[in-house]
């Protein structure tokens, strides 16, 4: 199965600012997606980051906050835009190539806002 | 709507003793069902998975899980525990009606593993 690079792995930002997420897949993947994993809780599924065209985004979050790229099969960014303390949560990017497979996580980036 | 329950939020064991995780889905199509493990501060791990395959799947570190249809159960179990269980384990379905392939997560168990 895919290894996932994600990074940075955790990061204390100031209220207003944005903080990009990365993610580094070593195959090519057909699928990548971003989770929200608030204090606590079990994993929300933010967007389906397609290669090539613009990210497929749940109910609840929308792209103007949570900008994401995906230049090519083994790379995607999330962008955490004008953050609040709301936003404090592990972020955690996911790779797969289908469901036989299973699907991989990266290891996460744990965001505090203050 | 397709979905998991997991229907304890913490199980206690004894190392030793067996582990059961029970997790019931909801799904109007045959789906994938996956096992995954968060250690603290850690990311998550596959545990096992099913995808319409032997419906008794054996899985990393003695787990294993049996898919019963006719309950929508997928319940987790192992023989042994060990200290090292300890962690949060998340059910999740991937229903097989949707294009994208969705992982659904379940709200998660921790396992609390004695001395």
């Known amino acids: 199965s895919a290894v996932i690079s994600q990074k940075p792995s955790r990061d204390i930002c100031q209220r207003g600012t944005s903080l990009t997420i990365q993610c580094q897949v070593d195959s090519q993947v057909t699928m990548m997606f971003w989770y929200r994993q608030q204090p606590g809780q079990s994993l929300t599924l933010i967007a389906t980051?397609?290669?090539?065209?613009?990210?497929?985004?749940e109910s609840g979050f929308v792209i103007d906050k949570f900008p994401i790229s995906r230049p090519n099969l083994t790379f995607s960014t999330l962008t955490v835009s004008n953050m609040s303390p709301e936003d404090s949560s592990i972020y955690l990017c996911?790779?797969?190539?289908?469901?036989?497979?299973?699907?991989?996580f990266g290891s996460g980036t744990r965001l505090t806002v203050v | 709507a397709q979905s998991v329950t997991q229907l304890d939020s913490h199980v206690s064991v004894s190392e030793g003793t067996p582990v059961l995780l029970r997790c019931n889905y909801s799904s109007s199509y045959s789906p994938s069902l996956f096992w995954y493990v968060q250690h603290p501060n850690k990311g998550l791990q596959l545990l096992l998975k099913y995808t319409s395959a032997a419906t008794l799947v054996k899985g990393i570190n003695g787990f294993e899980a049996e898919f019963k249809k006719s309950e929508t159960s997928f319940h987790l179990t192992k023989p042994s525990a060990h200290m090292s269980d300890a962690a949060e384990y998340f059910c999740?379905?991937?229903?097989?009606?949707?294009?994208?392939?969705?992982?659904?997560f379940g709200t998660g168990t921790r396992l609390l593993v004695s001395p």
């Open positions: 999740v379905v991937i229903p097989m009606n949707t294009g994208f392939q969705k992982l659904v």
């Open positions: 996911s790779a797969g190539t289908g469901t036989n497979y299973g699907y991989t």
């Open positions: 980051a397609n290669q090539g065209s613009e990210a497929t985004y």
